[in-house]
């Protein structure tokens, strides 16, 4: 009798996580597309837009938590070859559902010069189809988005591994800057 309630109790805690987790609030736009516009302040509490980079390509990652070991690894590597990224007239956006202080806190900890967006509506990450429940919280998807200088989405990453995804959005950079 234990036997099964114990059965019965895990089986219903894993439907519960699998029915959480992933769930997105709306579809992932496609490369081709014209990109969601935003502003959302930074961590220094300045409002930044994506038409702020207009002419430039924008790297724009949606990532769940500031200071989470994926988070920070990912972080690390944008920061690691942010010169790379300038020579291909690019920048680095990162997003998450993080208040703008928790940013600010991260960015000084992590020694990071990029911005980072604080998104605590959630309506970006939503727009962007990078808006996922946990549980019971709402945080941003791993994702991301290589937005050309004209604003459209030139090409996109899902479920990102945060280790090799600095060097894979630099050779898809490099290939259209190629093309």
């Not at 991260?106 to 429940?133: H, I, P, R, W």
């Amino acid at each position: 009798m234990k036997l099964a309630i114990l059965i019965v109790v895990a089986i219903g805690a894993m439907l519960v996580i699998v029915a959480c987790s992933g769930v997105s609030a709306a579809e992932t736009p496609e490369a081709g597309q014209q990109a969601p516009d935003f502003k959302l302040p930074s961590q220094d509490g300045s409002p930044v837009a994506l038409q702020d980079f207009k002419g430039k390509w924008v790297v724009l990652y949606f990532y769940p938590k500031d200071g989470t070991h994926g988070c920070t690894i990912e972080a690390h590597n944008f920061e690691r070859d942010i010169a790379k990224y300038q020579a291909a007239n690019a920048v680095i956006v990162g997003v998450s559902v993080d208040n703008a202080d928790s940013h600010k806190e991260f960015c000084a900890k992590q020694g990071l010069t990029f911005k980072l967006l604080a998104d605590t509506d959630k309506k970006v990450s939503a727009e962007y189809g990078s808006l996922m429940n946990l549980v019971a919280v709402k945080i941003s998807k791993r994702n991301s988005f290589l937005i050309d200088p004209q604003g459209k989405i030139a090409k996109v990453w899902t479920n990102v591994d945060p280790q090799p995804h600095s060097q894979q959005v630099l050779e898809a950079l490099a290939s259209m800057n190629h093309s």
